[in-house]
């Protein structure tokens, strides 16, 4: 006999967990399944070396949003993300270091050193992100807005201008506005093209630093830190809170096909044989992988099969785990014993040029010769996560297509692994002599790894042209499919990626509402 729920949830990403979580204390009973071993899809920490534990693929936190943290119980469930200092530590190649800090002072005598002007706008730049959030925080709870939403939410003189900013411009030209110092812009336009195989002169990567901006830690907006035994915690609170809720909870379990009756979707079919079915089902694959290849096209009309086709979601983001002997010995900040050069985030981007041209090899299928790059060292900050006396340290770093333009992946990747160590040496003499386990992770690797399409960590660009009522496609931005019963629960949903939780919290409140109103039985 076929086991029947009120709701399947397909993967448990944290957005999955989340939409489970939110159906499940609405009194449903929730089945969740997913295809690895382990729970968390992007949000894990793995054992990548004996006695080093990493998280795989998200690797900070600061998004995720605190409706979802209260309403879930996180914290009851053992959530706990502390702020890191400093936010950034930027070499630079003649020895000069930039840093910010949780202290605003401290970050305004840094930027002091650079530019006088540029330390008294600091500020004021911050306050222009602020009055932007402010005006699109209440359209980020619901479903994707329109045009006229937007015209709404931005009304008046300034409210147009800040709209312009949002999606017509760069990061590039919106720092050349407020910035005089090329060291203050640099590590400030990363933000811009995060996860994008955009430059950061490119129009749409302003929208990518504001996505960026969206959370606080400790009551300090656009603060990151890191979540206490790595990014996999949060899908073991979220775990926790679901099973004490009644969640059934599968791993291994591969889904192959939405069952479609009549339009509507009534269950599932696992690769090894297995079915279930439900009231409604939601999705927190990514969305070509949910509508491309578990629902059979002939239950799609054939305009909105080509417009998931021709989504942009070929990922260019390379992640190396590294597993180290001492700490890194930085020429602009020397020391292998711990120090604030290692307990936040490490930024090699000595200039928004640096980072157009590494954009620009990538264009053309090339790996970045000279790659930009976030690192991290948790274990500087927490015990654990590493044997005593070493170290982990997680690389992300941008560009590498997809698809090469010679060669693959396969026998390409420890050449690219090499070009990114090397370059992190051009700082960091010792880095080679002090690592003693390395794993490179390239799109196609994350793609087969984790199951997401071309290795795209936000299911997709979350540029402006593939946001608000464009995500995943125009017509279809509230959750639902044209498949009935069907919901799209994950990071290709509005409002997109990263680890924020408003796509599985959003989609299960309008699978709740259908559940207790149109398919109510």
């Known amino acids: 006999m076929v086991e029947h729920y009120d709701a399947i949830v397909i993967g448990t990403g944290h957005n999955g967990l989340i939409a489970a979580g939110y159906l499940a204390r609405a009194g449903k009973r929730v089945l969740a399944l997913e295809r690895r071993h382990i729970i968390g899809g992007a949000t894990v920490t793995e054992e990548h070396f004996p006695g080093y534990h990493l998280s795989t693929c998200s690797y900070v936190c600061s998004l995720l949003l605190p409706e979802v943290i209260r309403d879930l119980e996180m914290v009851r469930y053992g959530y706990d993300v502390r702020p890191f200092d400093p936010q950034y530590f930027v070499p630079f190649p003649d020895g000069r270091v930039f840093m910010t800090f949780l202290d605003e002072r401290k970050t305004h005598e840094t930027i002091s050193r650079f530019s006088r002007r540029d330390a008294e706008r600091w500020s004021d730049y911050w306050a222009m992100w602020d009055r932007i959030i402010a005006r699109m925080r209440p359209l980020l709870l619901g479903p994707a807005p329109t045009m006229a939403d937007l015209e709404r939410a931005f009304d008046g003189p300034q409210g147009v201008e800040d709209l312009r900013t949002l999606l017509m411009k760069s990061i590039a030209e919106v720092l050349d506005e407020w910035f005089e110092s090329e060291e203050v812009k640099a590590p400030i336009a990363t933000g811009g093209v995060i996860g994008t195989s955009l430059g950061p002169r490119s129009p749409g990567t302003a929208y990518i630093k504001f996505h960026h901006l969206l959370g606080q830690l400790g009551g300090q907006p656009g603060v990151w830190g890191f979540v206490r035994g790595g990014m996999g915690s949060i899908a073991t ?285």
């Open 237 to 521: 609170a979220l775990a926790g809170f679901c099973r004490d809720h009644g969640v059934t909870i599968l791993t291994d379990a591969e889904v192959v096909e939405v069952e479609v009756q009549d339009g509507a979707a009534r269950g599932v079919r696992l690769a090894d044989g297995r079915r279930y079915t439900a009231n409604v089902i939601l999705s927190n694959a990514d969305p070509q992988r949910t509508f491309l290849r578990m629902v059979d096209r002939r239950h799609l009309p054939g305009w909105f099969v080509d417009a998931i086709a021709a989504m942009k979601v070929e990922g260019s983001v390379v992640k190396v785990l590294l597993g180290l002997g001492e700490l890194p010995n930085f020429t602009a900040m020397p020391g292998t014993e711990i120090g604030p050069q290692h307990t936040g985030a490490i930024v090699i981007n000595p200039s928004i040029d640096y980072l157009e041209r590494a954009a620009d090899d990538a264009k053309y299928g090339r790996p970045s010769a000279r790659p930009f790059m976030d690192a991290y060292i948790q274990s500087a900050t927490e015990d654990g996560l590493a044997p005593p006396g070493k170290h982990i340290m997680s690389l992300f770093v941008q560009y590498a297509p997809y698809k090469l333009a010679e060669g693959d992946w396969n026998s390409r990747r420890d050449e690219i692994g090499k070009n990114i160590i090397d370059t992190l040496a051009e700082y960091a003499p010792n880095i080679w002599n002090a690592i003693e386990h390395m794993v490179v992770l390239g799109p196609p690797d994350i793609e087969e790894t984790i199951g997401i399409t071309g290795g795209n960590i936000f299911h997709g660009e979350i540029t402006p042209d593939q946001m608000f009522a464009f995500r995943p496609v125009l017509g279809w931005s509230g959750y639902e499919s044209p498949v009935e019963r069907l919901y799209l629960c994950g990071s290709g949903a509005w409002p997109g990626g990263a680890v924020f939780g408003a796509p599985g919290r959003n989609a299960a409140l309008a699978a709740l509402a259908d559940l207790e109103g149109k398919y109510a039985s």
